[in-house]
């Protein structure tokens, strides 16, 4: 069946560096999207990838979508401590009429 | 406008009881999806329904139901409640199917067996 890992599970960061999350699916994607959770809360969209090859920014946030449309990543440039949160990739499969999750990147970042 | 909504937000039930959790999805939306979150874990997949028929059904066992109603809220059921049931239980509504885009997600329903 349709499988979507993310690594790494867990990235602790410094306020200002650098954070990269990468999402792997066992299947070709018809497209991908990308959803933070806040601690407590519930998860929120950020963006929608479609394309082979796109790439999409939103401020400080970059979204890839690969050639292949099997993988996907999220960098965020220069953190902060707004960005704590879980960050989850979840793409849909042709042929699978459902979103599924990965299990999430939890980033911490530090002051 | 108003969010998607679920009730109840907590509830604590026994071993082997039913539960049923309702949620209304944003005015407008036909769609709604049902997601189980551990703690710690990525949101699995229970249902989809559309235009009040299943669209897309996860692996979860027959203990786990759900129907849509003509104004597209939804109900989830589960039977036979086990402890590894507990979870929060997540309602996402959203214009379409799960190919035509964004989940919209409610607060969540926090499940406790004992």
């Known amino acids: 069946g349709q499988q979507v890992m993310q690594i790494p599970q867990y990235q602790h960061v410094q306020e200002g560096e650098d954070f990269t999350t990468y999402c792997n699916s066992s299947t070709t994607l018809s497209n991908i999207q990308w959803y933070k959770q806040r601690p407590g809360g519930h998860p929120v969209f950020l963006i929608q990838l479609v394309k082979s090859g796109e790439v999409k920014k939103q401020k400080r946030l970059t979204f890839q979508f690969g050639e292949a449309k099997k993988n996907s990543s999220l960098h965020i440039t220069a953190t902060q401590t707004t960005d704590v949160g879980t960050y989850f990739c979840?793409?849909?499969?042709?042929?699978?009429?459902?979103?599924?999750f990965g299990a999430g990147t939890r980033l911490a970042v530090h002051p | 406008d108003a969010g998607v909504t679920q009730s109840p937000t907590h509830l604590i039930k026994t071993r082997g009881q039913h539960v049923t959790l309702r949620c209304s999805p944003i005015s407008g939306h036909k769609s709604v999806s049902w997601y189980q979150q551990v703690l710690g874990q990525g949101p699995q997949f229970i249902f989809q329904?559309?235009?009040?028929?299943?669209?897309g059904r996860g692996n979860f066992p027959d203990r786990f139901s759900a129907r849509q109603f003509p104004n597209y809220s939804s109900e989830l059921n589960v039977n036979a409640l086990l402890l590894g049931d507990s979870a929060l239980y997540l309602c996402?509504?959203?214009?379409?199917?799960?190919?035509?885009?964004?989940?919209?997600f409610g607060e969540g329903s926090r499940l406790t067996v004992l």
């Open positions: 979840a793409g849909v499969s042709g042929g699978y009429n459902k979103l599924i």
């Open positions: 329904y559309y235009e009040k028929e299943e669209r």
């Open positions: 996402a509504s959203s214009l379409g199917t799960a190919n035509t885009g964004e989940l919209f």
